[in-house]
């Protein structure tokens, strides 16, 4: 008998014990469920402003969102990560926050004559989708030098147009910019797209006409980065400087880009593999130059559709302080001097044609118009039997 109270007992508390642990993973389940619905509780901010009014809708969404506005504010702060909304007009637009940020801008027209239009002081990454027609004008300042301006990483998406105009920059990134897709028309007495790190662009429509360079990465540190990529898409780009410029590379795979500058394209390191690309410049069409320690300056053509109009004068359509590579690719050249190089130029499969006729043959271009053939150049420097000097590297590009 005292051996079945014992099992008994054993049974009521082994029971007790697995109806306690039950009860303590169903509390663990609903408190972890909880959290993960407050986590992703997320607010879909929709800002109209008309005249000095605000319209704000919540709705949810994917993320948090907090704003500082009032009614009779056309500038808007947002202080947390979150998708805003937005329509209609605002004198600037502040994002300070450590969180992701989505700016939909839909029908958006920002003026500000004290600063940049939008000012990103702090994100994680901030993203702007472009839907429907977008204006942003800015009389900013040279710290705050763009009309949209951000200290994090910046991403363009979306199918709608964007028109900038700015008495400095256009779009500035002082760490990486990315545009995927939109229509930009770009107005700046500056530059008119310019990154820190990089500048990587996939596709899109770009009509860019600036006082300095269309196109700009400018980090000089770090010989990993300051490059500019060009994936896809149309530029029309006019310009005071260069057309496109990197620090480290400026590398292009792919799209139809038109360039009015005085250097078309300008890096360390360029590297065409398709696209078609046609060039008006009126000092160095396409420069290879040391502007980084990434190395020795070369320009290589891989492949593309490639021409190069220069204006009268010391102009080279193509000019490397160092090496000139062709290896594919079609390459039409209209020029007093088509090539200057100071170390080894290669013809290994390109199409060259120079002044309407084509040769397999890239000459080098010396100081005070003299043309050397061959497919290398000679020592920068050397003596000519009549005592004269052969300066066979000629005019470095600035």
Known sequence: MDEIKNKNVKRLILGVITTIVLIGLVICFVIAYNKTEKSNSQTNTTFTKSGDNTTTTTTSSNSSAS????????????TAGGNYDLSGEYESITVN???EVNLNLNGV????????????????????????TNKITAQTTEDLDGAIYSKADLVFSGEGSIEVKSNYDGIVS???????NGTYTITSDDDGIRGKDYVEIDNGTFTINAGGDGIKSSNDEDTSLGYVTIKGGTFNITAKSDGVQGITKATITGGTINIKSSEGIEATYVKIDDGTINIEASDDGINASKKSNISTPTVEI???????????????????????YINGGKLDITANSPFDYDGTAQNNGGTIIVNGTQTNTITNQMMGGGMKGGQQGGTPGQME??????????????
């Open 67 to 78: 704003t500082t506005n009032t009614s009779n504010s056309k500038n808007l702060n947002i």
């Open 109 to 132: 027209e920002i003026t500000n004559s004290s600063g940049p239009a939008i000012n990103i002081v702090e994100a994680k990454k901030v993203t702007i989708v472009l839907s429907d």
């Open 97 to 99: 926050t450590n969180e």
């Open 174 to 180: 002082k760490d990486t910019l990315v545009i995927k």
């Open 302 to 324: 891989n492949g593309g559709n490639i021409t190069i109009k220069m204006g009268q004068g010391d102009t080279d359509a193509i000019d490397a302080n160092g090496n000139i």
């Open 385 to 398: 039997q009549n005592g004269g000097m052969q300066m066979n590297g000629g005019r470095r590009g600035r």
